[in-house]
């Protein structure tokens, strides 16, 4: 158990749909990533933020964007669903005082019909 | 850039016979290096990690891993498996702000 929360566990949504997965971290976690792993594949890293700003972003368009809140909870935000979106989305936070250790969350896995 | 290589993507393996999951890496960089287990239709949870010291790193249920900066390896390894072993493994290495992760193993243990 890492305390690391994610909602729902399972979305179906339509090509060309906007979609928002919820991550809630550990209190005292300011750092939340956001990783994708798609089916038989390593997760790949899609954001970063600190404090509530986006600081590091991986290979993914403009259409993937987030939000992290005060209260240590943050968003994924997908517009323009494409069918290749379908895979796990994997929240992951960590604390000042250990960067290197992230601490995942069970995932949301999103499939685009 | 970073990046990892797990070349078995699959490794059956019967209980308490001994299992070593393969993990090459590739960085530009000071190496902080990770294996990760995830079990079905859960996260990710952290095995164990390298950053400094000792090449020899172990977890607290009998995984170890050995840093072998000659070999650019990080293989994972346990004497005796169990059944409750089954899962996907992944080996990572940190990159700026980031994990880089391989394509993972799955161990499978049979009786």
Sequence with gaps: ?113 | AQSVTQLDSQVPVFEEAPVELRCNYSSSVSVYLFWYVQYPNQGLQLLLKYLSGSTLVESINGFEAEFNKSQTSFHLRKPSVHISDTAEYFCAVRGFQKLVFGTGTRLLVSP
């Design chain 1, 1 to 113: 158990e890492t305390g690391v929360t994610q909602s729902p566990t399972h979305l179906i949504k339509t090509r060309g749909q906007q979609v928002t997965l919820r991550c809630s971290s550990q209190s005292g976690h300011n750092t939340v990533s956001w990783y994708q792993q798609a089916l038989g594949q390593g997760p790949q890293f899609i954001f970063q933020y600190y404090r509530e700003e986006e600081n590091g972003r991986g290979n993914f368009p403009p259409r993937f964007s987030g939000l992290q809140f005060p209260n240590y909870s943050s968003e994924l935000n997908v517009n323009a669903l494409e069918l290749d979106d379908s895979a796990l989305y994997l929240c992951a936070s960590s604390y000042a005082g250990d960067t290197d250790t992230q601490y995942f969350g069970p995932g949301t896995r999103l499939t685009v019909l």
